[in-house]
């Protein structure tokens, strides 16, 4: 029998339908940041499975743009032969078809996969777009996995804090002020905030992929399909005009005519614009909704905070049962591994009421892994856990009420002198931002170098964000907050959620990351500071406490008393002991 | 005899040239910030003589558009009879101008005192925008002053350190690299650098009102009227083809036919954008001068080195004399005024070899006159200097060999506990920021918060920038670096030459501010330090000083050590005594 490769079977169906090549990104409808299977095209194609990237397939040749991160990994995945590896932001794909292709050169995409701006920058380009009206993967990929179909289920407004028909007012007061009538909510996460519900498409990201237009009137058509609305609540269900997800740009289509549609600018797919400005107007603007839902209700906050007494008493639970294993199963010869100690934290989550699945997918790495910030350990890389390296542990929880994020890095026996400093400088960071205050709408680039500081005076820096946004038993990297050296337009108030999250990494050596999950508070009138939610001992064996400031020893004090009087009643009671300790103060 | 008023007679001149109206700016034709009395338009029309704002005359009435800083002023200067007082931000002319105007209504303006971006703000209103060929002050103002005539003189290669050739062909470079051809030189202090000239048309700026064109042979067509150059060796004046100022404009249009002209963005009047675009291409970026400008030889380096060893002597013998005469004069019941002090100061700055003039009118506040950031002292406002509070002093000089900027806060008795806190809330941030060791290419809005972070502690803060570039016996606020809240593109890298400025205002009160000039250097490869360039002790005896950290306080010693050596040769003999008391160290 005669297997043809996807390349062979993609260029077959260009050619067939007349086209010269195609563009195929990393992308879901909704530029998710984690793809349901069925969607990741480009991994089929080429062998790649990176979070980022997109390949240019023409008859003679195939490209993959990948960024600096993925270069290693693209060189190992990739027939090589077969497809050539560019740079995603040094040599960009506009870049090269500007160079390399001739005037009228016939490129197909999925208008759907592709965004406003990303197709303004392709269009500078020499060669013609052509938007495709069937996805060619719809029959090329003979054992695609089945399009994701999670059940959605109701978020109730004891835990959401306000109803979807409170919302969708609050929303349609916008479209009134902007002068337009309709919003298209594209960002799945934006609609489980405005319908009150959760989906379960992709593990750890609790969103329903769907579609919806809201208008002036607060109503709302829903476009998800059926199969997945079969436990919601008729009432719930009965509040939203349904449609199949399919229908949905055919409908902006025929809805459009005369009108002015809000569309978020960042991240809706091209397939919008072609499909309104025909007949309409698009108003392109950040979606609404996305700054609401950064604003956090008293219901929502509460809930966060319940939830990290839980994910607490969890975190609690798996470092006082380390502090027993690392040290007797590296002496008796069989030392812990990376994979057995994730496998028992998430035992640890298990137990706690509330607990739906984790929050993204956990980082166990030990030694000169955890050097690799998204590392993620398999079989192949799995390490031990020792006396005298660090260990780096970055994870969370979906709760009924909220969700967590945090990381600690710890060691059991002593890292060398080196080592010790840097996880120092890395604390020091980490104190300084998170004892701020600040007046209320500073942006996140503005407080981002506080966390560095330290680092910087030892010549040294990290290469990640500092904070991000976290949803309400929602996304891990919520929108639009961020602190970090990038500048955010987005003023931080009272009522957001953010990470604090410095670090510091070594190649071939070693990490260290320590991250709280913090709330905005209002400290004065005009003021705010952050309050960590994060309640997990931070692990003070490895500093040297000489290095740090009263103001900075007296928070890791009342930090630890918090976390002690909090999680003392709620921990296993072979972990107590160990809590005392490492909650114990330092300053005399 | 029958006198008409200013807005009369420009009434009348609408009148005759069939205008509804004229928009009248504060500026000139390099949008400078310290304007010759012959382009004070707006104050001859109006009265008020605040550094920003605009009116518009219409037939039946008069606005006058001031932002924040200048409401209560203006309502001074004006008559609010015949004009009525905006606010430049909250409601500004094009807003006003889309409410208020009917379609079609003629408005004037002088398209060389209108940047291109306020043009296209106001292009989108319904009334007609009429650029005058004359412009009708040429006519109605009788008592006009004259034309700023300032001699233009030779910058020697030995103090710029490039010659004006080699500067030519940089920006050539940069021109084919645009693919320009020509480059519009529209800011005097470009002009300045590039031609290697200074000017002396307004007081404090030595730049020379003028306007270049470069093209990419590295040729300079310089537009500035004969008179100016009589000084200037004919080695320089042959280095160029010259040409009367008033023909740069008709020169544009002739020689941009097929061409594409590189303009600035955001100073460049609009009439440019006339008279190139019928058959032209503007190309509109900031002026790479702008940049190259910015990035400081050696030699501009060490005269800025230099020149501040001047300063800080002049700063030394001042601040010694002032602490003998302060309470002799106050016992005496006859106290030091702000007038007399800052006259004094000049005195003293006019002993030093090299000194000029000074780079900005001083700020010469005692007690609550400093609560106003831009506070100029007049014998209306004149207030005695006492040993009970605060006396501000921000001040500087152009030297033949650079440009300097300093202040310092000072008291001779006990301020009390509440200004106390204050002056050591400032001082800390201060000192935060000019410790810091920083990544090359970091930019101002990145770093201003260090300076501000122990005001925020207490709940409060200030309301300017940072930190500002200053010219090399240039322009006294240099752009393009700044730090400040404010996003600023510009990466700060060795060479560069910026104010650290922090402060603190009590209206009715009090105010203080700390400032040293830094130059940013290499500290290590890839980081960043700054080394000040200021050599004046800072007051201390108004500082709590248990709230200083080590690195602070050993920060203080060094720099005390560094000025009492640099200065205690230079210094007169019975200001050396005092050095040695206002450095002497305050670690054990």
């Known amino acids: 029998?005669?297997?043809?490769?996807?390349?062979?079977?993609?260029?077959?169906?260009?050619?067939?339908?007349?086209?010269?090549?195609?563009?195929?990104?990393?992308?879901?409808?909704?530029?998710?940041?984690?793809?349901?299977?069925?969607?990741?095209?480009?991994?089929?194609?080429?062998?790649?499975?990176?979070?980022?990237?997109?390949?240019?397939?023409?008859?003679?040749?195939?490209?993959?743009?990948?960024?600096?991160?993925?270069?290693?990994?693209?060189r190992v995945q990739v027939n090589m032969d077969e497809i050539a590896i560019h740079h995603l932001h040094n040599e960009p794909l506009a870049e090269w078809l500007a160079k390399n292709v001739e005037a009228g050169t016939r490129i197909g995409f999925e208008a759907l996969l592709m965004t406003n701006a990303d197709f303004m920058q392709l269009s500078a380009t020499p060669c013609e777009l052509v938007p495709l009206d069937r996805s060619p993967f719809d029959t090329i990929w003979s054992d695609r996995p089945a399009p994701p179909?999670?059940?959605?289920?109701?978020?109730?407004?004891?835990?959401?804090?306000?109803?979807?028909?409170?919302?969708?007012?609050?929303?349609?007061?916008?479209?009134?002020?902007?002068?337009?009538?309709?919003?298209?909510?594209?960002?799945?996460?934006?609609?489980?905030?405005?319908?009150?519900?959760?989906?379960?498409?992709?593990?750890?990201?609790?969103?329903?992929?769907?579609?919806?237009?809201l208008k002036r009137d607060g109503s709302v058509e829903w476009f998800v399909n059926d199969s997945k609305l079969v436990e919601l609540p008729d009432a719930v269900r009965n509040a939203f005009t349904l449609a199949p997800q399919e229908a949905f740009i055919a409908r902006?289509?025929?809805?459009?005519?005369?009108?002015?549609?809000?569309?978020?600018?960042?991240?809706?797919?091209?397939?919008?614009?072609?499909?309104?400005?025909?007949?309409?107007?698009?108003?392109?603007?950040?979606?609404?909704?996305?700054?609401?839902?950064?604003?956090?209700?008293?219901?929502?906050?509460a809930g966060y905070r319940e939830c990290h007494h839980q994910d607490g008493a969890a975190w609690v639970n798996f470092?006082?049962?380390?502090?027993?294993?690392?040290?007797?199963?590296?002496?008796?010869?069989?030392?812990?591994?990376?994979?057995?100690?994730?496998?028992?934290?998430?035992?640890?989550?298990?137990?706690?009421?509330g607990f739906i699945e984790p929050s993204?997918?956990?980082?166990?790495?030990?030694?000169?892994?955890?050097?690799?910030?998204?590392?993620?350990?398999?079989?192949?890389?799995?390490?031990?856990i020792g006396h005298d390296h660090f260990y780096?542990?970055?994870?969370?929880?979906?709760?009924?009420?909220?969700?967590?994020?945090?990381?600690?890095?710890?060691?059991?026996?002593?890292?060398?002198?080196?080592?010790?400093?840097?996880?120092?400088?890395?604390?020091?960071?980490?104190?300084?931002?998170?004892?701020?205050?600040?007046?209320?709408?500073?942006?996140?680039?503005?407080?981002?170098?506080?966390?560095?500081?330290?680092?910087?005076?030892?010549?040294?820096?990290?290469?990640?964000?500092?904070?991000?946004?976290?949803?309400?038993?929602?996304?891990?990297?919520?929108?639009?907050?961020?602190?970090?050296?990038k500048v955010n337009p987005w003023p931080l108030v009272a009522g957001n959620i953010m990470t604090i999250e410095p670090g510091y990494y070594l190649g071939d050596s070693h990490g260290i990351r320590i991250e709280n999950q913090v709330e905005i508070v209002e400290s004065r009138p005009g003021f705010c500071t952050f309050a960590s939610l994060t309640l997990i001992p931070i692990d003070l064996s490895q500093v040297e406490l000489h290095l740090l400031n009263e103001q900075e020893k007296q928070w890791l004090d009342a930090y630890h008393q918090q976390v002690r009087e909090a999680l003392s009643p709620r921990v296993n009671s072979d972990a107590r002991q160990w809590l005392e300790e490492a909650t114990a103060p330092i300053c005399v």
Request: proline letters at 5%; hydrophobic letters at 40%; glycine letters at 6%.
């Open 1 to 74: 029998m005669h297997t043809t490769s996807p390349l062979a079977a993609l260029r077959q169906w260009l050619d067939a339908h007349h086209l010269d090549g195609m563009i195929v990104p990393r992308a879901d409808a909704w530029q998710s940041e984690y793809c349901a299977p069925y969607d990741e095209k480009l991994a089929w194609l080429t062998g790649f499975d990176g979070s980022a990237g997109l390949a240019l397939v023409l008859k003679d040749k195939a490209l993959l743009f990948v960024d600096g991160r993925y270069q290693v990994q693209a």
């Open 149 to 213: 179909a999670g059940l959605i289920r109701e978020m109730p407004v004891e835990i959401s804090g306000e109803s979807s028909t409170d919302k969708r007012r609050r929303v349609a007061a916008v479209l009134a002020e902007k002068n337009a009538d309709v919003l298209a909510v594209t960002l799945p996460d934006n609609i489980a905030w405005l319908l009150n519900v959760r989906g379960s498409d992709i593990p750890t990201s609790p969103v329903p992929l769907s579609f919806a237009l």
């Open 252 to 301: 902006c289509k025929a809805l459009s005519q005369g009108k002015r549609v809000l569309v978020d600018a960042d991240s809706a797919p091209v397939a919008l614009r072609f499909a309104i400005e025909p007949q309409g107007e698009i108003v392109w603007q950040t979606d609404p909704i996305t700054l609401m839902k950064a604003n956090k209700n008293s219901v929502e906050l």
């Open 319 to 353: 470092l006082a049962w380390l502090s027993r294993e690392v040290p007797l199963r590296e002496a008796a010869g069989n030392p812990l591994m990376e994979l057995e100690v994730q496998a028992k934290q998430l035992a640890f989550r298990e137990q706690q009421p």
């Open 360 to 384: 993204f997918e956990t980082i166990s790495a030990s030694s000169s892994n955890a050097a690799m910030c998204h590392y993620h350990s398999s079989e192949a890389s799995n390490k031990p």
């Open 392 to 485: 780096l542990n970055d994870s969370g929880g979906q709760y009924h009420n909220g969700t967590t994020d945090a990381t600690r890095t710890l060691a059991w026996g002593k890292v060398d002198a080196q080592q010790r400093l840097h996880y120092t400088a890395v604390l020091r960071g980490f104190l300084s931002l998170i004892t701020l205050q600040f007046p209320s709408g500073t942006q996140g680039h503005q407080l981002d170098a506080f966390a560095r500081r330290p680092l910087w005076e030892m010549g040294l820096d990290y290469d990640h964000g500092t904070g991000h946004g976290v949803g309400h038993q929602l996304l891990i990297h919520e929108n639009p907050h961020r602190i970090a050296k």
